[in-house]
Structure formats: C-alpha cells, structure tokens
C-alpha cells in the first residue's frame, strides 16, 4: 500500500520506518528539503539500529530504502492510500496541509493525523464532503519501538474509515486502542500533567531532575523519568499539549508552569537541542549528573 507521510522529524521518520518495515511504499514529505533528508537519515539509523540488533537483516534494511521517496512534492500523495500529517502542533497548518492533499487525493484516501492533543472534528469539519474519512493515528516516541497507538474518533468519522485505521495499525504489528476525541485523547491527558507536576517540584526546589526521575522509575516501575520523557517529546509540544489542555478543558489544573514556558522560550526543548531538563551528547545520550538542579 502506498501512504504518505508528512513531517519529516522524529515522529514522522518515526511513523515512516514502521510502515517501511511492514512492507509499504512510503512517501516522507516536508516543507524543505534539508527536511525531508534529514528524515531519511533518521530512518536510515533507525533501521542501522534494528540491524545491528539483529532484528532485520542489512538486506531487508535496503529493500526498505528502496521503497522510500523523502521530498517536498506533496503531489507523490496523488495515489496514497492513507495521508498522514505529523507536522507541528499547529492547527491551521494542519488544516491548510490537508486542505492541499484534498484537491490532489482521491475520494477513498484516509486523512490521518497524528495530532498530540488538538481537535480532529475541527480538522474533519475543515474539509466537510471528506470530514467522514478523518481518523486520529497517534504513535508513541521513539514510533519504531513504541507499541501503543490510538486510534481516535471524531464526531464525523465513518465506521469504515475507523476501521480500516484500527486494522492498519494492527498489521503494523502495533496495538491499537479505542478513543473517542477528546483533549489529549487517553495517554497524554494523563502523561503531560504528570511532568508537569514533575517540573513544579523541581521549580519548587524540592528535588534534582536526577531524583524526580528516579524517583518515577524506581517508586513507580516508569521505563525512564517524567523529565527525561519531557526532553524526549520536546518541550515546544509539551507546552503545546498543555496549552490545548488548559484551553479546551477551562481547568487550572492543566495550567503550564512558568519553569515549563521559560525553557520553551530559551530554547530548551530537550534531546533535540541537546539541552532541556538534562543535556546530551551528539548521540542523544543523556549525560550523566547533567541534569538541573532544584
Ligand atoms: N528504530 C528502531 N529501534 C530503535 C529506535 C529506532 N528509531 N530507537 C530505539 N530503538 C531500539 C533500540 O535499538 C533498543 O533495542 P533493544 O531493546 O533490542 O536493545 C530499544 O529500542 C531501546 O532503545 P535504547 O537502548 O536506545 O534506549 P533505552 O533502553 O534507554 O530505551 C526508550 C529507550 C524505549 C525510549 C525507553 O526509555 C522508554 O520506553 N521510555 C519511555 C518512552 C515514552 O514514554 N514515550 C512516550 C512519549 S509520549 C508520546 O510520544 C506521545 C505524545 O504525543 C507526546
């Protein structure tokens, strides 16, 4: 099946490598094209990573490139089966992306996105003779390994299309859980206000960012750390999500903290910038004792 992928960053390169090594061709499409390369490269090392592990052979890895066309020409979606956006958190972008992919796709083409928290009847009601073709497919960073997807409803969207989505995540060997549409969807209306708490009580002065996040492992069996987790994500979409929480839900308790604006505006966003709550090194490796203090 061919499916076009939008945003070429750790998500979207992310989503991209899984549909490759499920068999499909893939389009991974951004705005610029030093964007849609370094995709390639990430995809390139995602795969080197599953080799090196032994999970895929070098000449499978190859025969996945082969079937992957990083670019800027949205028009290779003509012919996708499935589009799916995971540019920035930004609803008018999102909009206007699917507003171009409407007059080039056929009627069939599913319109996924992979929105964090923002509205998808919005999205579906932006493009109403198509709004019934409109899902949620949201993946979990780092895509390739993450097993978890939702698959989310909008008020609009057609019992067919919800279950050609539910399926298609199922054969990507990934398990898909059932949400209606609402702000966060299930994991992350739960998971942002956690580090969010996280980052109060380091701004509080109560605890090290090393002893918040080792606290949440060892006391809470959590793989890695709220604020590792945070500089994972990225803060400029931590804040994001807990901007559409706050905004839709009118409640104080999903209020950004400030610590959590402050290191967006300094340009702390975590493993990205190689700086945020921890700093790493040209790797992506946490560096030990880096971490801020209380
Ligand atoms: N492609 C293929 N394989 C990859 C990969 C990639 N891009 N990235 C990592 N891997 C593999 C590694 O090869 C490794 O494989 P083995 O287990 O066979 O050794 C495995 O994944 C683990 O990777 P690492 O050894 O590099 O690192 P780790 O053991 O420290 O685990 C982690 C890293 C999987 C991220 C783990 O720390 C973890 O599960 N953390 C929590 C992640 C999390 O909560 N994600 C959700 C964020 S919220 C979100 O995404 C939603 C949103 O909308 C904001």
Known sequence: MKVCVFGAGNMGAGIAQVFLTSGHEVVLCDVKDEFAQAGYKRIVNGLGKMVSKGKIAQEFADECLNRLTATTNYVLAKDAKLVLE????????????????????????????????????????SLPHRCDKFVGMHFFNPAPVMKLVEIIRAIQTSDETYEAAFALAESLNKQPVTVKEGPGFIVNRMLIPMMNEAIGILADGLASAEDIDKAMCLGANHPSGPLAVADLVGNDVNLAIMETLFEETGDSKYRPHPLLKKMVRAGYLGKKTRKGFFAYDENGKQIPGSGMKP
Request: overall charge negative; aromatic content about 4%.
């Open 86 to 125: 995971a540019v920035i958190e930004n609803m008018d972008v999102k909009k206007n992306l699917f507003l171009k992919l409407d007059s080039i796709c056929s009627h069939e083409t599913i319109f996924a996105t992979n929105t964090s928290a923002l509205s998808l009847t919005e999205m579906a009601a």
